[in-house]
């Protein structure tokens, strides 16, 4: 019996219309990515449900999610003056359990394009026809936890070291709703 | 000169942020920038006896830093540049990418796809935090990059200086020792960024004149009797912050826009809202009612043709072209609103208004029908419905003042029983549909 976490399934879920007054706000949809996790373990776990950062391929239909600590993708020549990184929202996953974590993820990717000027310069390609998952997600056997005060350094420096991360591609296997 | 809004993203939400971290300065501008249409350049002129915060603004706007600072609002999504995931947080990071340093600041002010975003107060508590307060917060890091004064732990001045803007608007102060947060709401202490009667204000020359405190009266009588009616305001506040700060600040520029939007559409919205609110909370007092037409009619201009000021208000409200012979007034109004038709509270808490307000007087037709047929449009049915006693009592309350005329009860009944199927019960209860009746 395997004493860690294991991505089982996953689905997508149309996303919600927008309303013309949240359209009008430019509030984007959300598709919803049903992440099915089994512990098989004898203990109870605790896994990360936020998602942190997504990338789409639309030439492969690969959608990349982390449900784990993405510092390792920010690319060369960005230097970060704040990115103080949050507690993650987590879930508990008890033993022999399968929890299934909802994530909404945006229906387009803004992808980055040669630049003409000072403003940013990309392009927004749909998240559509979504042929494989790969998903990152980070746990541990205790929850992490905020210690007020800490420095930036400090809580990266826990984050990357916290517990251990599970990665799998998944195709997704249904579509509800 | 160094700050930048970036074309790319919301520039008109970081200009209404950048107003309101300004105070309501009508010194701060923008201008285009030569070969670079990816952004406008903030201009600021300070005026004396603005706040700490419009201090810092008006020290990063006019101070040439070498390094540019460009601002983008995203609707959350990933900032392109980082690759992270901006929903419910604002970045700050020196991007060299292009060869030449520029400071970034990236914000999601969708406030997490609109469920808000919260901080910690010293005793944990969940704290509200909107989108002004944000960008101040990244701008603090963005100054201290752009001096080079960067703290090994660069969070605890960010918090400090976002404290500092907290205390300006009344809103809970922020724990600097802790830099949590995430998606959800939070308590705002009873302070707010978005009551500011922009637009009035600067029409009246101040935040505290009598016609906005008038203003405010009437809108805290009516509006914020009930939760319900506090969320339609809400929402109506969050649209006029959409394109109201921009205007506001070019008025307090020139007194001509000043003045014709101050007798065009202020006056008469201000005795507009005077009305509804008798016909709301006082309906059965004629002698009050018959006052409010009255000054109404003496809020209208003498001396405007109001056919074409009402051809012209129809057109905006239609997102049609203005009629040929509109006066440069509206085709300015136009340019400025163009958002305000699609959003369905601005348009009706303030287009549909000066629409009938300016036709009725052109056509003399009667505006006690007009206003109770305007308090019927209210677009409640797409709020979330109360719940339990706030629902029955919410329903008791709009039965007894603004929809006390059975006629107007039911025709806003149809629309609540088609969007809120689940307070079948309570609608009946209190006359807003009848069983068995032609709902």
């Known amino acids: 019996m395997s004493n860690g976490l294991r991505l089982a399934n996953v689905a997508v879920r149309p996303p919600t219309p927008v309303t013309e007054e949240e359209a ?56 970060f003056v704040s990115d103080y990184p949050r507690v993650p929202p987590q879930v508990v996953i008890a033993a022999g359990a399968t929890v299934t974590i909802d994530v909404p993820v945006p229906t387009v990717m803004r992808r980055r394009v040669p630049s003409q000027g000072l403003g940013m310069s990309f392009v927004e390609e749909p998240i559509e026809n979504i042929q494989q998952i790969r998903i990152h997600l980070q746990y541990a056997d205790v929850p992490f936890q905020a210690i007020v005060g800490e420095s930036l350094e400090e809580r990266r420096s826990r984050l990357q070291s916290h517990g251990q991360v599970v990665e799998a591609v998944l195709t997704p296997t249904s579509s509800k709703e | 000169m160094t700050l930048f809004i970036d074309q790319s993203g919301d520039s008109s939400a970081v200009f209404g942020d950048l107003y309101s971290i300004s105070r309501q300065d009508g010194g701060l501008g923008d201008s285009n920038v030569a070969g670079d249409p990816t952004v406008i350049q903030v201009t600021y002129i300070e005026t004396a006896g603005q706040p700490a915060t419009a201090d810092r603004l008006n020290t990063l706007v006019n101070t040439d830093f070498g390094t540019p600072i460009v601002l983008t609002a995203l609707p959350g999504g990933i900032d392109p540049y980082s690759g992270l995931d901006v929903t419910g947080n604002g970045f700050t990071y020196i991007d060299s990418t292009s060869g030449a340093d520029v400071i970034r600041i990236v914000y999601d002010d969708s406030q997490c796809v609109g469920s808000g975003i919260f901080m910690f107060d010293v005793d944990g508590n969940h704290i509200s935090t909107p989108n002004p307060v944000i960008l101040y917060h990244e701008l603090s890091h963005a100054f201290r990059a752009a001096t080079g004064t960067t703290q090994p732990n660069d969070e605890i001045p960010a918090e400090t200086d976002e404290n500092v803007m907290r205390s300006e608007l009344g809103l809970c102060l922020r724990d600097v020792n802790n830099h949590d947060g995430g998606c959800g709401s939070g308590d705002s202490c009873g302070g707010t960024t978005n009551n500011g009667c922009f637009i009035v204000s600067a029409a009246t020359g101040s935040r505290e004149s009598a016609v906005v405190l008038r203003l405010k009266l009437q809108r805290d009588r009516i509006f914020r009797a009930t939760d319900l009616g506090s969320r339609l305001m809400d929402a109506i506040y969050r649209d006029y912050y959409r394109f109201s700060p921009r205007i506001a600040a070019e008025m307090q520029k020139d007194p001509v826009i000043r003045d014709v939007v101050l ?41 405007i043709e109001a056919q074409e000021v009402a051809a012209a208000l129809r057109s905006i409200q239609a997102s049609e072209p203005l009629p040929a012979d509109a006066s440069l007034i509206f085709v300015y109004l136009a340019e400025r609103i163009q958002q305000a038709p699609r959003m369905p509270f601005a348009s009706w808490a303030i287009l549909e208004p000066l629409v009938r307000v300016w036709t009725t007087y052109a056509s003399g037709s009667d505006v006690l029908e007009a206003v109770q047929a305007w308090l019927v449009a209210a677009p409640l049915e797409t709020l979330e419905p109360p719940a339990g006693q706030e629902l029955e009592d919410e329903l008791a309350f709009l039965a007894s003042g603004p929809f006390a005329p059975l006629n107007a009860r039911q025709q806003v009944g149809r629309r609540l029983l088609a969007a809120w199927p689940e307070t079948q019960i309570a609608l009946v209860r209190h006359g807003f549909v009848v069983v068995g009746g032609d709902q």
Request: avoid cysteine; aromatic fraction near 8%.
């Open chain 2, 263 to 303: 007798s065009i559409a202020v006056r008469p919205l201000v005795a507009w809202y005077t009305l509804a609110n008798v016909l709301a909370l006082t309906p059965a007092d004629d002698a009050a009612a018959v006052e409010a037409v009255a000054g109404v009619w003496a809020a209208v201009p003498s001396g």
């Open chain 1, 24 to 79: 009008a706000h430019h509030v984007q949809e959300r598709q919803h990515v049903d992440i099915a996790v089994e512990n098989s373990g004898a203990n109870p776990l605790h896994a990360w449900s936020g998602m942190r950062a997504f990338a789409f391929d639309s030439s492969t239909g690969e959608l990349e999610i982390y449900l784990a600590d993405p510092s390792a993708i920010v690319p060369p020549g960005i230097e």
